[in-house]
């Protein structure tokens, strides 16, 4: 049962422009939510998270937008950068316990 | 502080077999999760042990355990190693006094022949 889902496996950006990464979920009682970027080799790296009483948070290039109604969270990147190329991750979790995450989509941004 | 250290980083074993990973979480982070990724399923949930107790457990079946050791170091094994079980193991730890954000290790990346 797939809770969390990234329906776009891939994503092509150029450099300088915005990158739109996306993510659903099916739970209504998840409350907090995480995005998170991997490099080939390396474990997956906190990005920036969001909790349910909010609908947007901002970290310098990175903005969550979510949108309870429909159960909806999006990662803006703007502008983005080469080195942003990565698989994100997006995850939810109701409290403190039982992180879920999505498939990922893997973002690469041309020069 | 030393990051989430995983041993060992890869893995070839055969059908059959039985495979033991381990991990050591971030000095003072008593919870520890493990997640299995697979190309197109993402990270997939195993277990997490918090205090040497399993908390949450994904749906995987009985072949896979752990455990946690009194210093926080966790133990995976996956028993009846089948083809499918090929995979990036990865573990991740957290202080549960902060909300939420896990530190991941480098993953044991299992191969299944």
């Known amino acids: 049962d797939q809770q969390v889902k990234q329906n776009s496996p891939s994503l092509s950006v150029q450099e300088g422009r915005i990158s739109i990464l996306n993510c659903d979920y099916t739970n209504s009682m998840f409350d907090y939510f995480l995005w998170y970027k991997k490099y080939p080799a390396e474990g997956p790296t906190f990005l920036i998270s969001i909790s349910s009483i909010k609908d947007k948070n901002e970290d310098g290039r990175f903005t969550v937008f979510l949108n309870k109604s429909a159960k909806h969270l999006s990662l803006h990147i703007v502008p983005s950068q080469p080195g942003d190329s990565a698989v994100y991750f997006c995850?939810?979790?109701?409290?403190?316990?039982?992180?879920?995450f999505g498939a990922g989509t893997r973002l690469t941004v041309k020069p | 502080k030393a990051g989430v250290t995983q041993t060992p980083r890869y893995l070839i074993k055969t059908r059959g077999q039985q495979v033991t990973l381990s991990c050591s979480p971030i000095s003072g982070h008593r919870s520890v999760s493990w997640y299995q990724q697979t190309p197109g399923q993402g990270l997939q949930f195993l277990f997490e042990y918090f205090s040497e107790t399993q908390r949450n457990k994904g749906n995987f079946p009985g072949r896979f355990s752990g455990r946690q050791f009194s210093n926080s170091r966790s133990e995976m094994n996956v028993s009846t190693l089948e083809l499918g079980d090929s995979a990036l193991y990865l573990c991740a730890s957290r202080d549960v006094t902060a909300f939420n954000e896990q530190f991941f290790g480098p993953g044991t990346r299992l191969t299944v022949l």
């Open positions: 995850a939810a979790s109701v409290g403190n316990n039982d992180m879920r």
